[in-house]
């Protein structure tokens, strides 16, 4: 069974930073293509970033530039370094597996990790 676990979210004000992690229990980590995600309030849950198992990583056009998505395949684990952040991007985030391109989305979660943005 497949476990993903967020952690690193919390309060941060408008400009701050913040560093998320997943942890993931799965056999062949270093194989899956890997996602971040978040959901806003009343909004539908989006990705954010993708790192494929060689590497190579995709944003969504809202935070290129600000948010950097890495993976240690030794440890199974997936980071989200997130800077200058604002309060549009305040959501929970959730990491996943991911393709991206296709629109596929997975169908279970983990419990995510809550981000605040305010001053």
Excluded: H
């Excluded at 194989?31 to 995709?58: C, D, F, H, N």
């Excluded at 950097?68 to 200058?84: C, E, G, H, W």
């Excluded at 990491?95 to 279970?108: D, K, S």
């Amino acid at each position: 069974q497949v476990q993903l676990v967020e952690s690193g979210g919390g309060l941060v004000q408008p400009g701050g930073s913040l560093r998320l992690s997943c942890a993931v229990s799965v056999s062949s980590f270093s194989a899956y293509e890997m996602g971040w995600y978040r959901q806003a309030p009343g909004k539908q849950r989006e990705l954010v970033a993708t790192i494929t198992s060689s590497g190579s990583t995709t944003y969504a056009d809202s935070v290129k530039g600000r948010f950097t998505i890495s993976r240690d395949n030794a440890k199974s684990t997936v980071y989200l370094q997130m800077n200058s952040l604002k309060p549009e991007d305040m959501a929970v985030y959730y990491c996943n597996f991911a393709n991206y391109g296709t629109g596929w989305m997975p169908e279970a979660w983990g419990q995510g990790t809550q981000v605040t943005v305010a001053s």
